[in-house]
């Protein structure tokens, strides 16, 4: 059996130790006697470091189903505090379908899903968290599990005097969540690609995640990549601020979000991995479906008010960007590797297929598990 995951100071101490080392159906009902129990957030970790949070409680009766108990696991978000795109942890543990599958959830926010910290959690089997296939390719032994979100949740937002792309030359673009190669970095790139720039003709900033909101409004970045309710705000607290682009449209195959294992934790214990992704699907769909239920859970996990909640789950469900099923696509895998190795963050020897990516049988399982396929609206990834 796989020893229990590490505590967050554990996890807090390996990390800097290693950091140091190297640079239309029914809907879904909730199971019973559970309610969507919140409580607060402790404060945001520093810059790269993992915080335990509280927001979207288990039930007190969890796992009263459970002759053996509740077997512990750690799951980790890309960004402190999280945004709604991000939230589908919370709202399996509030709703109670962590707890129907026999799991205590402790849930630890990083500072980007891309950085070193969040990548070097996964990959020593501490923590269930983000997985790429640029991972994959420069060796880490991970497989994604779950895709969350396949499709990109985010706008580029930019000042008033950012009109097109080209209009980037000589500007501060965000590289919050790691600085370069965080998921910021990587979008601005994608973005000056289309105006034939480079990374080398602009100025990337990095900062927290919490910062890239309050970094457009008040000019420190002139470009950012943003969730649907920082969206919301940003054009709300400073006119002229804009989208240049969608990126779901700018990137349509892009993988945005999947959860993957370190492949030692998947063989030693298949089962809990498979039962977290059954209670991450169910709160997927929960999501879609459940609106009234899973909106306060997600105020409290990201510490954002209803209008901007509301906006964002709006826009998120009817863009399909939460997966109802295993989420996974395989030319959208594919296309994720060529683009790696395209811009050179994988050596075209080292390219993943799709099948070295992704653990399909895990994720079958767990979609069994959930009463198999299903379309909302739609919605059917």
């Known amino acids: 059996m796989l020893p229990r995951p590490l505590s967050i100071g554990a996890i807090t ?195 927290a995640t919490a910062g890239r909101l309050p970094g457009l409004v008040a000019g420190q970045v002139d470009a950012v990549a943003l969730h649907p309710e920082d969206v919301y705000l940003a054009e709300k607290q400073k006119p002229g601020v804009h989208t240049l682009v969608v990126l779901k449209e700018l990137l349509p195959n892009y993988v945005y979000n999947a959860y993957g294992v370190a492949d030692s934790w998947a063989a030693k214990d298949p089962d809990l991995i498979r039962d977290a992704v059954a209670a991450l699907m169910e709160a997927n769909r929960a999501i879609y479906q459940n609106k009234d239920a899973v909106v306060p859970i997600m105020m409290d996990a990201t510490q954002k008010d209803r209008p901007e909640v509301e906006f964002a789950w709006d826009w998120l469900t009817r863009n399909c960007v939460f997966a109802v099923n295993t989420g996974y696509l395989p030319e959208a895998t594919a296309w994720s590797a060529q683009l790696a190795v395209d811009n050179g963050d994988v050596p075209a020897a080292q390219k993943p297929t799709p099948e070295q990516v992704f653990d399909q049988k895990i994720s079958n399982d767990a979609l069994a598990l959930v009463g198999g396929p299903t379309t909302v609206g739609n919605c059917k990834d």
């Open 13 to 207: 101490a390996l990390l800097f130790a290693s950091a140091c080392a190297t640079p239309a159906i029914a809907p879904t009902a909730p199971p019973a006697g559970t309610s969507a129990a919140n409580s607060g957030s402790t404060p945001a970790a520093a810059a790269g470091g993992p915080t335990s949070v509280a927001a979207g409680a288990a039930p007190a009766n969890a796992g009263a189903g459970c002759p053996n108990g509740l077997r512990k696991l750690s799951i980790s978000t890309a960004t402190t505090p999280p945004n709604v795109a991000l939230t589908a942890p919370f709202v399996a543990r509030g709703l109670g379908y962590f707890g129907k599958h026999c799991i205590d959830a402790d849930i630890v926010e990083f500072e980007g899903g891309l950085s070193a910290t969040s990548r070097t959690a996964v990959a020593q089997g501490s923590v269930m968290g983000g997985v790429s296939v640029t991972d994959v390719g420069q060796g880490v032994k991970v497989h994604e599990v779950w895709v969350m979100a396949p499709h990109l949740p985010q706008s580029y937002e930019v000042g008033p005097d950012v009109k097109a792309a080209a209009d980037l030359k000589g500007k501060k673009l965000s590289a919050a969540g790691g600085g370069v190669g965080s998921f910021n970095w990587v979008m601005g790139r994608e973005v000056l690609k289309t105006a034939n720039l480079t990374v080398d003709d602009v100025q990337f900033i990095p900062s």
